[in-house]
C-alpha cells in the first residue's frame, strides 16, 4: 500500500521560477524525507523534516510539514536545468525506528532552460 | 571508493531462472535494503536487514530470498524468475536514522 501520494504527478517550468510539489500520507509518522532521482540513477536523499517540525529549510529548498493535514511540500526556489529529476516523498511510520521508508509515487519535474 | 554498488547493472534472464543481484557496501551500515521500482508504484520495499544474520520482510517479499553473511553485502536472489519480477532494483544502506544512501540500480528483464 502506498504511504505517499504526491501531487502533481509532472511538472514543467522555465529555468528561474519555482517549483513546488506535494505529498499526502495516510498513517501518523515518524519523520518525512524528500529524495531526488536523476534519470537512470539512484535516489539521493535532499531533506529530513521531523514529525515535530513544521519548516526546514536546505539551500534553495523549503519543506513544510502538516500533521494535521498529513501532508507535505517541497519547494524549490530559482530553479535550475540541473533540478530536472523525479522527486520522491518517504515517511517512515514504524513503531521501532527501523527505519522502512515508504514512498510516494513521485512527481517528475522538467526545468526548461 | 567509498559508496555501495550493485552488480550487474542490467541483467536479462528468463523465466524460472534462478537470479542474484548482488550490493556492496563500504561504510559497514548495520541497516541495508532491497527496493524494486516499477512505473505506477514508486518504490516499494522487498527485504530489510538491522546487520548480518538479521533479517526481515518488507512489503513485497514473495519470490524473493535474502542473505546478509557479512555487513558490506546484502544478495537479493529471485529463486524462480517471473514476468511479474521485472523491475529496477535498488539497495539502499542508512548511515543514520533515518536517512538511506541509494546504489545506483539492477535493471532487470525477465522473458
Request: aromatic share 10%.
Amino acid at each position: 500500500s502506498q504511504q505517499g501520494e504526491e501531487d502533481p504527478q509532472a511538472l514543467s517550468i522555465q529555468e528561474g521560477e519555482n517549483a513546488t510539489m506535494n505529498c499526502s500520507y495516510k498513517t501518523s509518522i515518524n519523520n518525512l524525507q524528500w529524495y531526488r532521482q536523476n534519470s537512470g540513477r539512484g535516489l539521493v536523499h535532499l531533506i529530513l523534516i521531523r514529525s515535530n517540525e513544521r519548516e526546514k529549510h536546505s539551500g534553495r529548498l523549503r519543506v513544510t510539514l502538516d500533521t494535521s493535514k498529513k501532508s507535505s511540500s517541497l519547494l524549490i526556489t530559482a530553479s535550475r536545468a540541473a533540478d530536472t529529476a523525479s522527486y520522491f516523498c518517504a515517511t517512515d511510520a514504524s513503531s521501532s525506528n527501523t527505519g522502512k521508508l515508504i514512498f510516494g509515487q513521485g512527481t517528475t519535474l522538467q526545468v526548461k532552460p | 571508493d567509498a559508496g555501495i554498488t550493485q552488480s550487474p547493472r542490467y541483467k536479462i534472464t528468463e523465466t524460472g531462472r534462478q537470479v542474484t543481484l548482488m550490493c556492496h557496501q563500504t561504510w559497514s551500515h548495520s541497516y541495508m535494503f532491497w527496493y524494486r521500482q516499477d512505473l505506477g508504484h514508486g518504490l516499494r520495499l522487498i527485504y530489510y536487514s538491522a546487520a548480518a544474520d538479521i533479517t526481515d520482510k518488507g512489503e513485497v517479499p514473495d519470490g524473493y530470498v535474502v542473505s546478509r553473511s557479512k555487513t558490506e553485502n546484502f544478495p537479493l536472489t529471485l529463486e524462480s524468475a517471473t514476468r511479474s519480477q521485472t523491475s529496477v532494483y535498488f539497495c539502499a544502506s542508512r548511515p543514520e536514522y533515518p536517512t538511506q544512501y541509494f546504489g545506483p540500480g539492477t535493471r532487470l528483464t525477465v522473458l
